[in-house]
């Protein structure tokens, strides 16, 4: 991902910037396997970020389910399983985490973290996994620490994806709770 927000992931020349032509950006719609798993799961990712977009602390925070799910709790929640699935199956070195990600720590914000801070890891957590995505093959083989099992990035890359999508559905009924604002994506400006 640039730092303009277009997708550098794409294969066949396509650099995947602008419009396809169906309303949908960024994506290769002739890349390679690895190319068009990545621009998918980040045009999740995006869509994640999105949810947070306008919002002050206190909304980004608030619990608005019976299980206490927020906006901004799933972001955490979701850095902290690519650094697991991505970083950690692959024996990479990751930051070390202020919480248990083997407890639903992971899916909340704590008084002490802001949007900011939380948002920023999450970041980080994307570049690790970034880096394993380009410097592995989709053959590549990792062990989970928490699993029996072992698991191929493209196994990874398709969990993630279905992963972040999920999360990214739940906030966008979150979302919409809050104030109203649903997609999944920025609308046109």
């Known amino acids: 991902m640039a730092s303009d927000g277009t997708n550098t ?8 910037n ?4 169906n309303g949908d950006t960024g994506l290769p719609f002739h890349g390679d396997e690895k190319a068009t798993l990545q621009a998918n799961l980040d045009r999740v990712r995006d869509a994640v970020l999105w949810k947070l977009d306008g919002l ?15 906006l ?15 970083v950690e199956s692959f024996g990479r070195e990751g930051e070390p985490l202020w919480f248990d990600p083997y407890t639903d720590e992971d899916m909340r914000a704590g008084p002490d973290e802001t949007t900011e801070q939380i948002v920023a890891f999450y970041g980080r957590a994307r570049a690790a996994a970034d880096r394993v995505i380009t410097e592995l093959p989709l053959d590549a083989v990792g062990r989970p620490p928490w699993r029996e099992h072992s698991v191929s990035l493209r196994w990874v890359l398709v969990h993630m994806l279905e992963e972040t999508a999920r999360h ?18 920025r609308p046109e400006a």
Do not use: N, Q
Request: net charge negative; proline share 3%; aromatic share 4%.
């Open 9 to 16: 992931a794409a294969g066949d020349g396509d650099t995947g």
């Open 18 to 21: 602008g419009d396809t032509g």
């Open 56 to 70: 002050d602390e206190e909304r980004a925070r608030r619990p608005m389910t019976p299980s206490g799910t927020s």
């Open 72 to 86: 901004l709790g799933l972001v955490k929640h979701l850095a902290s399983v690519e650094y697991g699935w991505f």
């Open 168 to 185: 990214a559905g739940h906030m966008d009924i979150v979302r919409e709770l809050i104030d109203g604002a649903a997609g999944d994506h």
